[in-house]
């Protein structure tokens, strides 16, 4: 019933930007805590970014001052804006949802592929 689907990915040259989306459904949205991961070939998914149901965010450190997480509650929407991207940021990028008070409560989008390529 939980369904997490994510938007927005595509070919992108190196330095340009993309947007990506996750639409949740089937969850209290608000009470969410809200996260961008990535996985690319013969590497371990790694957290991107994440946001918590007070809007504090957190970002791994190759992506900081590049990458903007954001919500909108009233949308059950997450965001992930892209900028300046590198090829090593090609990856399939998965949104996830963790209940903020019962973090074992998880869920998983299926992903959207990026890839930063000229």
């Known amino acids: 019933q939980v369904q997490l689907v994510e938007s927005g990915g595509g070919l992108v040259q190196p330095g340009g930007s993309l947007r990506l989306s996750c639409a949740a459904s089937g969850i209290i949205f608000s009470i969410y805590n809200m996260n961008w991961y990535r996985q690319a070939p013969g590497k371990q998914r790694e957290l991107v970014a994440g946001i918590t149901i007070d809007d504090n965010t957190n970002y791994a450190d190759s992506v900081k001052g590049r990458f903007t997480i954001s919500r909108d509650n009233a949308k059950s929407a997450v965001y992930l804006q892209m900028n300046s991207l590198k090829p090593e940021d090609t990856a399939v990028y998965y949104c996830?949802?963790?209940?903020?008070?019962?973090?074992?409560?998880?869920?998983w989008g299926q992903g959207t592929q990026v890839t930063v390529s000229s």
């Open positions: 996830n949802s963790v209940l903020h008070y019962a973090k074992t409560f998880t869920s």
